[in-house]
């Protein structure tokens, strides 16, 4: 589209990730025009961005690939358990050809401002290169972990070594062969990074704030149990993950922790440790580690076990043991070595909660006891989650001139964490209220895509323009979830689910914790009662139900 002109569209969607690209495909088979808008320079979203030493999938890759079209499937092998993040995006961009997305995807292009024209009902989005865009509805597609955190730590600016930022990490590559290096945040990027970091670095100090849990990956090919399970029946293996709690075709375990034997618990977990995977240890080990704090503690014990088992300084391993938060309830991460590694000489751990850093100054990090002269240091304190991408098209204003911030002032409210009231034939894809990043994500975009495309084409065949949740719907979804959050142990930690980690920003659990085949189920009977909690309008008369 030439710049002055405005581009015309019945769709636009933010974002060429997982999601942009797969709402391509299903728009533009539906028979809309459409473009996606990206700020990127090519398609992948988080896997163009987070390109950090060891960054991977620590979802199956068998299981973390899109499932609509069954050719795809068997056009494509994965090469390991684990994907890398290079496979990834290579799989991302081979989708993006072999569907012909490209075409429609405007590369390097920011979306703005957003704006809902009443008396046309249209979006206008404004653009930070070249026209803007003009669209019936509007879609954002932006991922839940794609707004970096700033680093919230004084004097970075002084700071004469290298800066990386883990989620922004720069796309030559970086050279760390013999540096002193620091890694900040022990969350999933550092603790897939710090093995790799530690093998080329003269020195790694890793300054840990909170320690979590990690499990090993024991990556390799995918687990031949695993494979022959999905080859044996395709479509049977998918749609049990459809219906699953997490989206990953595991049965709901139903045995609780106190009809086990400690032996049989401890055989249990080692079963599980010993096959690295997050959704079995989350899910299979006994039914009570997700709801009951008992039943929790267990698994904790256990994990903190295996940690004083691999690190060989009794203070270190005390430090990255965690005492703070439930098994599961922060996510938990998938690690190779990433223990073994503090017992590396030339790696050392800094406990923030002993020694809070005080600045970052020209020659390194200064905490209140000592100073770490260093050349580089590695940002991997996390992002703004699940709201700060959808935040930062600034403003986002529906109807009677009202804008997203100010109606989530007090926190994300939505409409099935897929639509928000006052804000007409706007969408998000994995937005707050949604099971997203409690899921495999594949699975959540896939339904999320189906569920709105297939509206969108039932709303124009009916011959309505638009359609807006109400606010009694809203009200309930919130209820709704808040019910459910009172049934699982998330809510007793302070994490990127709950806001917790960025300063200033609202406490409020933002995902669904209700499961994946429930929220389907939920999703599907508000269509199957006439699109209940939705307000229609156009054409074909008005409806509120
Ligand atoms: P996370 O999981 O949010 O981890 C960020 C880490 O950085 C975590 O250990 C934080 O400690 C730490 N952090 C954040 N801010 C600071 C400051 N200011 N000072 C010191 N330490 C800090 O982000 P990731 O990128 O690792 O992973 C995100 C998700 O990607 C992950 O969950 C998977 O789903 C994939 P805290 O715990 O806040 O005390």
Redesign the pocket.
């Known amino acids: 589209a030439a710049s002055g002109a405005i581009q015309q569209v019945d769709v636009a969607v933010v974002g060429a990730g997982f999601a942009g690209l797969y709402l391509l495909h299903r728009l533009r088979k539906a028979g809309f025009s459409t473009v996606a808008l990206e700020e990127a320079g090519d398609v992948g979203g988080t896997w163009y961005w987070n390109r950090y030493p060891g960054a991977r999938c620590?979802i199956q890759t068998i299981d973390y690939s899109y499932t609509f079209d069954p050719e795809l499937e068997t056009a494509w092998t994965w090469s390991e358990k684990y994907a890398t993040q290079p496979e990834i995006l290579r799989y991302l961009g081979f989708v993006a050809d072999r569907y012909d997305l490209r075409r429609d995807i405007r590369f390097k292009t920011k979306v703005t401002e957003a704006k809902w024209d009443e008396a046309a009902e249209r979006w206008r989005l404004g653009t930070d290169n070249g026209a803007p865009v003009s669209c019936r509805y509007y879609i954002m597609a932006t991922g839940c972990?794609s707004a970096p955190?700033p680093p919230?730590?004084d004097g970075v600016k002084d700071f004469q070594g290298a800066v990386y930022f883990?989620?922004r990490w720069p796309h030559e590559g970086v050279n760390l062969a013999g540096k002193r290096i620091a890694v900040?945040?022990?969350?999933?990027?550092?603790?897939q990074s710090i093995p790799l970091i530690a093998e080329q670095a003269a020195h790694l100090t890793v300054?840990?704030?909170?320690p979590?849990f990690a499990l090993p990956a024991h990556n390799g090919p995918a687990p031949d149990d695993r494979m022959s399970l999905l080859q044996g029946d395709r479509a049977a293996y998918r749609e049990q993950a459809r219906q699953s709690m997490a989206g990953v075709p595991y049965p709901q375990q139903t045995a609780v922790s106190w009809q086990l034997s400690d032996a049989e618990r401890r055989a249990c977990f080692e079963e599980a440790w010993g096959k690295g995977d997050l959704v079995y240890i989350l899910t299979q080990l006994w039914a009570d580690q997700a709801v009951d704090f008992d039943g929790n503690a267990l698994i904790c014990d256990l994990i903190r076990e295996k940690i004083t088992t691999i690190v060989k300084d009794p203070e270190t391993a005390a430090a990255l043991m965690p005492h703070d938060h439930p098994f599961g309830a922060?996510?938990p991460c998938l690690d190779t070595n990433y223990y073994a590694t503090y017992n590396r000489p030339n790696v050392k751990l800094v406990n923030?909660r002993q020694e809070p850093?005080k600045a970052i100054t020209a020659g390194g990090i200064v905490t209140d006891k000592r100073s770490f002269d260093v050349d580089v240091i590695v940002f991997?304190?996390?992002?703004d989650a699940m709201t700060g991408a959808i935040r930062a098209v600034h403003p986002i204003t529906g109807r009677g001139g009202k804008s997203l911030s100010d109606v989530w002032a007090q926190g994300p409210q939505t409409y099935l964490g897929l639509t928000v009231a006052g804000f007409p034939n706007f969408f998000m894809i994995t937005g707050p209220g949604s099971p997203s990043?409690l899921s495999n994500m594949a699975v959540s975009i896939e339904q999320h895509v189906d569920w709105i495309v297939d509206r969108l084409t039932a709303l124009r065949d009916a011959g309505f323009s638009t359609i807006e949740a109400t606010e009694t719907a809203q009200a309930g979804w919130g209820q709704h979830m808040a019910d459910c959050s009172m049934l699982t142990l998330h809510r007793l930690a302070?994490?990127?689910y709950t806001g917790a980690?960025v300063p200033g920003k609202v406490h409020a659990l933002m995902p669904y914790t209700g499961g994946v085949g429930p929220y389907r189920s939920i999703c599907d009977e508000v269509v199957g009662r006439g699109m209940l909690g939705f307000r229609l309008t156009g054409a074909g008369g008005a409806a509120q139900c």
């Open positions: 620590d972990l955190k919230e730590i883990t989620g900040i945040g022990t969350g999933s990027s550092g603790i300054f840990q704030r909170t979590n922060k996510r923030l850093i991997a304190t996390g992002f990043v302070n994490t990127w980690n």
